[in-house]
């Protein structure tokens, strides 16, 4: 959810001791981060006249499942998806509660997540789910493009993380992402359709 890495981008041109990691499931957008992060060195280093890399990558990856060890990151910083120009409310519901899992499995102890969003009603919720995980510190409001949008500040407590069992007893914050009910609906109509038109030619 990186987009072009503007926030890693941020994070290593303040923190320049840090190592900040951006990933995206776009291949686009981490093509993108990557040009952004290829100028931005060019750029010092003409300015310092010595070579310089910023301390960042940019991967592509899925917030589902993170290629990361268990309690290997300090801070995460992210804009989640609005439902609006990219996805929908009704998938929010869905993603936000698995995201903020995946990210709870990743963070370590009393580690820190900075998340935009505008959909409040699904952090709310997102957040209920995962108490247990992530205690809210505060809430702040800023207007963006005319967006009423909020920032929630939370840490990770000291719970052990519990991979998924399948058991919807032990982990009630995973649905079917509607998305991925429509694709699969889909193709079975292809493959019924297909079928059909196959018997007919015999």
């Not at 290593?12 to 040009?35: I, K, M, R, T």
């Not at 890399?53 to 801070?75: E, F, G």
Request: aromatic residues 6%.
């Amino acid at each position: 959810m990186c987009g072009g890495g503007s926030i890693p981008l941020e994070g290593a041109h303040s923190l320049p001791g840090v190592f900040n990691l951006g990933g995206d499931n776009h291949s686009l957008a981490v093509s993108n981060a990557g040009e952004n992060i290829q100028s931005y060195s060019s750029k010092k280093t003409r300015e310092g006249g010595t070579p310089y890399t910023i301390n960042m990558s940019a991967v592509q990856w899925d917030v589902y499942c993170l290629p990361l060890r268990d309690a290997c990151v300090d801070h995460i910083v992210t804009d989640l998806p609005f439902g609006k120009k990219i996805g929908s409310k009704e998938r929010n519901m869905f993603l936000y509660p698995k995201a903020l899992k995946e990210m709870a499995r990743v963070c370590r102890p009393s580690g820190r997540a900075i998340l935009l969003t505008h959909h409040k009603e699904a952090m709310k919720k997102a957040l209920n789910k995962l108490r247990d995980h992530w205690r809210f510190m505060e809430t702040r409001r800023i207007n963006m493009g005319g967006l009423n949008v909020a920032v929630y500040m939370l840490v990770r407590t000291d719970k052990p993380y519990v991979k998924w069992t399948g058991d919807k007893k032990q982990d009630e914050t995973v649905k079917t992402d509607p998305e991925m009910d429509k694709e699969k609906k889909i193709e079975s109509v292809k493959q019924s359709a297909e079928s059909t038109a196959v018997t007919t030619e015999e």
